[in-house]
Structure formats: C-alpha cells, structure tokens
C-alpha cells in the first residue's frame, strides 16, 4: 500500500522557469510534510517542510503547497535552476498522538531535469 | 562540524556472509533510522531508535537486526536471511521523535552481494 506517491518519475524544465513537482498521499493522519533533494549515491538533503494547519510555505525560490482536502501538495522551483536537477522526495509523518515516531514515509522520487 | 557519517561507502558481502553498517551522528539526536532505498521505489523503512537501548522494526525488517547502545551509533547488521540485501542503505538522524522537525541523512552505503 503506497500511502505516499509521486506519479511522475521525470519533470524537464528550461532554466529560468517554473518547476512544479507533485505528491498525493492517503493516509489521513499525515499531518507534518517534507521534501527533500537527492542526488545519485549521496543522501537526502532536506528542502522544505509544511505543517498541515498550513497551506502554504515558502523558502526562496522553493515553495510548498499543501492541500489536504485533495490530500495533495506541491513543490514549486522559481526559477528553476541547472543545479535543481535532482531527484526529489516527498515523504509525510504523523506526528500527532506520538505513535509515528517521527517515521517518514516516502514517495517514489522524481527526477527533475532543468536544462540550460 | 556536526553530522551523520555512514561508513563504508561501498561494500561487498559474499552469500551467506553478515555485514554490518556503520552509522554515527554528534548531533546530539535522540531518535536514529535505516532505510534502504531501491531504484522506484523510494526509502523503506527498516528500523528505527527513538532512545538508548530500544528500537522497533519498520516496514521491512526481515533480515536486518540493530543495536542502539549508545546514543550516538547504530549500526545495522544485513544478516544472511535477507534475500536481496542489494541496496543503497541510509541512516538518519533527528532531534526526537515526536517534533516537527526535519530527519538528517548520512551519505549512504552501497551494499552488493557477490
């Protein structure tokens, strides 16, 4: 059961502009998500996070959108970068109730590609 | 500098051998965890630590065992019951369990059966 999903495994962008990568998620009580940027044999690095009595957060060019009642959120490169291209994981934890342990559950990754 | 070192990068285990990963932080972290990422299919979860002296299987422990002894290691054995143990394997760290906080990942170890 992928509680986490990424439907794209590759996004291509032009240097300069917007780089939209998506993320649905099923379980409900989900309610702390993050994203992170992985390049090949290094480990996650950690990009952006968003609470889920938010909707919005924003960190420079990177911005996270969360929309719960469509259990969907989004990250959002401007401008995008050559040195964006990555591969790029969502994960979620529920943390309320104390019972996740601040465990994450990932999303398959998508590989975006920001070309010059 | 403060961070998580994993170690070895790479690493070749015979079938049938045990191999055990090293991973340790000074970050001052309560909380540790292995994942095991496979081309398509994200990071799974292996085990995870929330103190000294305790930890829980995650979504795949089948084959794995862990110690957490002290605070600041916890090494992962691949032992020989695990069927496909060729895998890119990370360890992760993060204040505790419970916050709203961001998990810190080491560099990772390339593990391949021969």
């Known amino acids: 059961d992928q509680q986490v999903k990424q439907n794209s495994p590759s996004l291509s962008v032009q240097e300069g502009r917007i780089s939209i990568l998506n993320c649905d998620y099923t379980?409900?009580?989900?309610?702390?998500f993050l994203w992170y940027k992985k390049y090949p044999a290094e480990g996650p690095t950690f990009l952006i996070s968003?609470?889920?009595?938010?909707d919005k957060n924003e960190d420079g060019r990177f911005t996270v959108f969360l929309n719960k009642s469509a259990k969907h959120l989004s990250l959002h490169i401007v401008p995008s970068q050559p040195g964006d291209s990555a591969v790029y994981f969502c994960?979620?934890?529920?943390?309320?109730?104390?019972?996740?342990?601040?465990?994450?559950?990932f999303g398959q990754g998508t590989i975006l590609t920001v070309h010059p | 500098d403060g961070g998580i070192t994993q170690s070895p990068k790479y690493l070749f285990r015979k079938e049938g051998q045990n191999v055990t990963l090293s991973c340790e932080q000074n970050?001052?972290?309560?909380?540790m965890y292995w994942y095991r990422q496979d081309p398509g299919q994200g990071l799974r979860l292996i085990y995870y630590s929330q103190i000294v002296n305790d930890f829980q299987k995650g979504d795949i422990a089948e084959g794995y065992s862990v110690s957490r002894e002290k605070k600041e290691s916890f090494p992962l054995t691949v032992t020989s019951a695990q069927k496909n143990p060729t895998a890119f394997y990370l360890c992760?760290?993060?204040?505790?369990?419970?916050?709203?906080?961001?998990?810190?990942f080491g560099q990772g170890t390339r593990l391949t059966v021969v």
């Open positions: 379980n409900s009580m989900f309610d702390y």
């Open positions: 970050l001052n972290h309560d909380a």
């Open positions: 992760a760290s993060k204040v505790t369990g419970l916050s709203n906080t961001e998990a810190f």
């Open positions: 968003i609470s889920s009595i938010k």
């Open positions: 994960a979620a934890t529920a943390n309320a109730g104390g019972t996740s342990y601040g465990k994450l559950t």
